[in-house]
């Protein structure tokens, strides 16, 4: 049994930060790379953010470079993304998940089988 779950949305002024974390719970997830995605009302679900395990390499959509920051602690079973000057287009349900395949190119989430609930992230301009 595995489970992802997601903490720190909230509601918060454009220009403002917010800190999420995700923990995993049932196993560890040694060796995997893990993200960030979101998704917006009436959007498809969006790439965020990924990290290694050993939070060497990382990488960023466009929209949040500069802005957000996604960094792990593999001792607490711990993902976080620091997410400061959020925009109001920054507003969505943010998800973590664990990468398990590589079919896909472009950090598609098809090839992350497992996901958290979720944690709503509403920026207000």
């Known amino acids: 049994q595995v489970q992802l779950v997601e903490s720190g949305g909230g509601l918060v002024q454009a220009g403002g930060s917010l800190r999420l974390s995700c923990v995993a719970f049932g196993r560890t997830f040694s060796g995997y790379v893990m993200g960030w995605f979101r998704q917006a009302p009436g959007k498809e679900r969006e790439f965020v953010a990924r990290i290694s395990w050993s939070g060497s390499s990382t990488d960023y959509a466009d929209s949040v470079k500069g802005r957000f920051t996604i960094s792990r602690d593999n001792a607490k079973n711990t993902m976080y993304l620091q997410m400061n000057n959020l925009k109001a287009e920054d507003t969505a349900v943010y998800s973590c998940?664990?990468?398990?395949?590589?079919?896909?190119?472009?950090?598609?989430?098809?090839?992350?089988?497992?996901w958290g609930q979720g944690t709503q992230v509403t920026v207000s301009s």
């Open positions: 998940a664990v990468k398990t395949s590589a079919y896909y190119t472009r950090n598609d989430p098809r090839d992350y089988a497992f």
